[in-house]
């Protein structure tokens, strides 16, 4: 995990706890990427929730499916889905390192979804997926976000 150390070498009150003194990420100050990130992941996981909502609501009242058990699947997998991006929203916004690739990949599903959806002639629903997708995706390697979501942790070695 990628969390700072319990008791950091440097205990100043200017620095992020687990980054080396040259590092220029002030512990007052995250960066709003990495806030907008966060809430563009979140975002993207309530529509998955709402997704599964509505797709739970039609089997069970009865809408017509070729196979019950996949489309219990699919559910399963929906709701899968927007639990795990909540865990990426969250935790990106403490700073941990694993989430930028999470978003990162997360980015690319919806603008494969996106893009196809605003050439199909969808403009408001394809907009709605690609603008923000492309904002995150841009804002993931922004230095500033980087720097914050770069903390390693300074547990005991493992050997």
């Avoid at 009865?62 to 889905?81: E, K, Q």
């Avoid at 639990?83 to 690739?101: D, E, K, M, P, Q």
């Amino acid at each position: 995990m990628s969390r700072p150390p319990a008791e950091p070498a440097d205990p100043s009150p200017d620095r992020v706890p687990g980054h080396s003194p040259d590092d220029e990420v002030p512990a007052r100050g995250r960066p709003g990427g990495v806030t907008i990130i966060a809430a563009i992941v979140g975002a993207e996981a309530t529509a998955l929730l709402g997704a599964a909502a509505w797709y739970g609501y039609n089997l069970l009242s009865g809408s017509p499916v070729l196979s019950f058990w996949g489309a219990v699947f699919t559910l399963g997998l929906l709701l899968a889905s927007a639990a795990w991006l909540f865990a990426v929203a969250i935790f990106h916004f403490r700073g941990y390192r694993w989430t930028r690739a999470a978003a990162l990949v997360a980015q690319l599903f919806v603008l494969t979804i996106g893009f196809p959806t605003l050439t199909g002639g969808l403009i408001p629903a394809g907009a709605a997926m690609v603008v923000p997708a492309v904002l995150a995706l841009v804002l993931l390697f922004h230095p500033r976000v980087i720097g914050y979501a770069s903390r390693t942790g300074g547990g005991t070695p493992a050997l």
